[in-house]
């Protein structure tokens, strides 16, 4: 069976299979690192963990007697920062945002800041250029239940050229706590493992009162501010504020392999948001959420007016979308335009529709869609295939 190599990070690699069964793969399949077995998962992505840095490494996929061999070579690693050298005790009570802060920007370029087996209570985590983040299995990011330990990010400030756009809430420019991994303006992040990003909102007061804005609005728990080439692989990310993974105005986001898991009836916990973005990849996902699996957006009217940025380029593929408002949404923020959307070899599970596409009045003439496509895709207790609603 044909089969491509998605992504080589210093640790691991995705590979996906090259085949027309949607996100699981066909019966009979074989998966060998260097010669030995080793368990996929079943399904088309899938992801090689326990790597080491600048190695070779032959990977051969069998079905009904025929195989195919592909070789890679990870990437380099400058360091390797263990955080509990840092002082970070993964012990799910203590602190450790300095901890962990200090190792990202302690981390040279081209290097990695790992997370052992543990639990690290935290509040907001900054990310840094041109690093990776390795969570080894068994580790969790913990978010600390406190609005009091989230900065806010504000909405605009004054800039040379009139303003800079930090914090966003639905698609306008207004203040908002920041999210558990936030990234401003970086690039060639990596962001991978096994672990988990948990931000224990059930454990705070993030559910309660939601339509009312308490000091800021609520945090996303990944969020990246105009950033590029962000990569993220493997990870689990569960219990969130409100959106999980949320790129607004970046490019070059790939998102591979990763479990997205929040309660049913946790409110606007929608599992993948890009706003106003170029070149978004996501593949082999699975998404269990309170809200949309999969929302794209592009902003209401105040910033296609004067800070205009379509979402363009964005390719869904092999996942799994379950139990949502919506699997895969365009809008109801598209002020800026939508273009070139294409979902493939996908499984609809239980959502309540299937493709919807919502706008509004107000969304002003740049809120144009176009070539969305759904291809392959099986509905298995979807309410609704297709919605369209135009207010």
Same mark, same amino acid.
């Given at each position: 069976?044909?089969?491509?190599?998605?992504?080589?990070?210093?640790?691991?690699?995705?590979?996906?299979?090259?085949?027309?069964?949607?996100?699981?793969?066909?019966?009979?399949?074989?998966?060998?690192?260097?010669?030995?077995?080793?368990?996929?998962?079943?399904?088309?992505?899938?992801?090689?963990?326990?790597?080491?840095?600048?190695?070779?490494?032959?990977?051969?996929?069998?079905?009904?007697?025929?195989?195919?061999?592909?070789?890679?070579?990870?990437?380099?690693?400058?360091?390797?920062?263990?955080?509990?050298?840092?002082?970070?005790?993964?012990?799910?009570?203590?602190?450790?945002?300095?901890?962990?802060?200090?190792?990202?920007?302690?981390?040279?370029?081209?290097?990695?800041?790992?997370?052992?087996?543990?639990?690290?209570?935290?509040?907001?985590?900054?990310?840094?250029?041109?690093?990776?983040?390795?969570?080894?299995?068994?580790?969790?990011?913990?978010?600390?239940?406190?609005?009091?330990?989230?900065?806010?990010?504000?909405?605009?400030?004054?800039?040379?050229?009139?303003?800079?756009?930090?914090?966003?809430?639905?698609?306008?420019?207004?203040?908002?706590?920041?999210?558990?991994?936030?990234?401003?303006?970086?690039?060639?992040?990596?962001?991978?493992?096994?672990?988990?990003?948990?931000?224990?909102?059930?454990?705070?007061?993030?559910?309660?009162?939601?339509?009312?804005?308490?000091?800021?609005?609520?945090?996303?728990?990944?969020?990246?501010?105009?950033?590029?080439?962000?990569?993220?692989?493997?990870?689990?990310?569960?219990?969130?504020?409100?959106?999980?993974?949320?790129?607004?105005?970046?490019?070059?986001?790939?998102?591979?392999?990763?479990?997205?898991?929040?309660?049913?009836?946790?409110?606007?916990?929608?599992?993948?948001?890009?706003?106003?973005?170029?070149?978004?990849?996501?593949?082999?996902?699975?998404?269990?959420?309170?809200?949309?699996?999969?929302?794209?957006?592009?902003?209401?009217?105040?910033? =296609? +007016?004067?800070?205009?940025?379509? !979402?363009? /380029?964005?390719?869904?593929?092999?996942? &799994?979308?379950? #139990? %949502?408002?919506?699997?895969?949404?365009?809008?109801?923020?598209?002020?800026?335009?939508?273009?070139?959307?294409?979902? =493939? +070899?996908?499984?609809?599970?239980? !959502?309540? /529709?299937?493709?919807?596409?919502?706008? &509004?009045?107000? #969304? %002003?003439?740049?809120?144009?869609?176009?070539?969305?496509?759904?291809?392959?895709?099986?509905?298995?207790?979807?309410?609704?295939?297709?919605?369209?609603?135009?207010?």
């Amino acid at each position: 069976m044909e089969f491509t190599i998605q992504a080589v990070f210093s640790r691991s690699a995705t590979l996906e299979l090259c085949t027309d069964t949607r996100y699981n793969a066909p019966e009979g399949v074989r998966v060998l690192l260097d010669g030995v077995p080793v368990d996929f998962g079943a399904r088309n992505v899938f992801s090689l963990h326990g790597l080491e840095p600048g190695m070779c490494y032959t990977v051969a996929v069998e079905q009904g007697g025929v195989r195919t061999e592909r070789r890679f070579v990870t990437g380099t690693e400058t360091a390797l920062l263990d955080v509990r050298r840092f002082g970070a005790a993964g012990d799910g009570e203590t602190d450790d945002t300095a901890k962990l802060q200090a190792a990202i920007l302690a981390c040279p370029a081209g290097g990695t800041v790992a997370l052992p087996q543990g639990d690290y209570r935290c509040g907001p985590l900054f990310l840094k250029s041109n690093t990776a983040l390795w969570l080894q299995k068994g580790a969790r990011i913990l978010g600390r239940t406190e609005r009091a330990a989230y900065p806010v990010l504000p909405g605009m400030l004054p800039a040379a050229d009139g303003e800079y756009n930090l914090g966003t809430w639905e698609g306008n420019p207004l203040d908002c706590f920041a999210a558990l991994l936030t990234g401003i303006g970086v690039e060639n992040v990596d962001i991978y493992g096994e672990g988990t990003v948990d931000g224990d909102a059930q454990n705070g007061d993030w559910w309660e009162d939601v339509k009312r804005r308490r000091g800021a609005w609520r945090p996303f728990l990944m969020f990246f501010n105009r950033c590029a080439n962000i990569r993220v692989q493997g990870i689990t990310l569960t219990n969130s504020y409100s959106w999980t993974l949320h790129p607004y105005y970046s490019r070059a986001v790939q998102i591979a392999d990763v479990y997205i898991h929040n309660d049913a009836h946790s409110p606007n916990t929608d599992g993948i948001d890009p706003e106003s973005c170029e070149d978004v990849e996501i593949v082999g996902c699975r998404i269990s959420v309170g809200d949309d699996c999969i929302a794209i957006k592009s902003g209401k009217l105040y910033m =296609a +007016r004067f800070h205009c940025a379509p !979402t363009r /380029r964005v390719t869904v593929r092999n996942c &799994r979308m379950e #139990r %949502g408002h919506g699997s895969i949404v365009i809008g109801s923020e598209t002020s800026g335009g939508v273009y070139g959307v294409t979902v =493939a +070899r996908c499984l609809f599970c239980a !959502t309540d /529709r299937g493709l919807r596409i919502k706008t &509004r009045r107000g #969304r %002003g003439a740049l809120a144009v869609l176009e070539d969305i496509r759904l291809e392959n895709i099986g509905m298995e207790n979807v309410l609704m295939p297709f919605t369209l609603n135009m207010f």
